[in-house]
């Protein structure tokens, strides 16, 4: 069965929630290799990045309790 966003998203607030803190690369990285590519795209600077729909939910699941920290590319509870 595929993957959802949803599903993604809610992978990535249970990892914050454990750990504290989820670095984008090895979101990426988890996200390829157990949800699947069609999550992860190239963005205009030639970086990857997390599909729009899997950031629109997982926003919407944690409520402003994760914060993007961006200059070392991580979530982070709040």
């Excluded at 729909?53 to 961006?70: M, N, P, Q, S």
């Amino acid at each position: 069965m595929e993957a959802t966003a949803q599903e993604v998203a809610e992978w990535m607030v249970k990892e914050i929630r454990f750990t504290g803190s989820l670095y984008q690369t090895a979101a990426i990285e988890y996200v390829k290799a157990n949800f699947g590519e069609q999550f992860v795209f190239r963005n205009e600077n030639g970086n990857e990045s997390l599909d729009k729909e899997v950031k629109k939910a997982f926003r919407k699941l944690h409520g402003g309790r994760i914060a993007w920290d961006r200059d070392l590319f991580m979530w982070a509870w709040t």
